[in-house]
């Protein structure tokens, strides 16, 4: 059988998204107030989904005490009331946009999580816009 096993996480974190290698108006003409050089926040929502078979001895696709620690140690732990652009080593040379926040936090798991399963990330900036990678 198969089947989509998902946790629910939260964390909150700072950004500023812009270009080093771009003026500030140019920055600011793309990105509007979400350059703003004294950053700005969101409460993001995360659901990491995980797609496979379940295991006819257990039961489980996948124990999610073992995904929450996962979430816990490679998203919360690092992200969590933290400015993502200047805390967080990936978006030291990444703008940290929705999308590729969602492609950090998936790299981070597939590094965790046994490769016989898909991993899917929706990540909520707010409650109206969402990103989903999965890893394609």
Known sequence: ???????KAHFNAAHRLYRKDWSEERNIQVFGKCSNSHYHGHNYELIVAVIGDVDPETGYLIDLKILKQYIKEEVENPFDHKNLNEEVE????LNPTAENIAFVIWNRLRKRIEVKYEIEVTLYETPRNYVIYTGT
């Open 1 to 7: 059988m198969r089947i989509k096993a998902c946790r």
């Open 90 to 93: 990936e978006f030291k040379t």
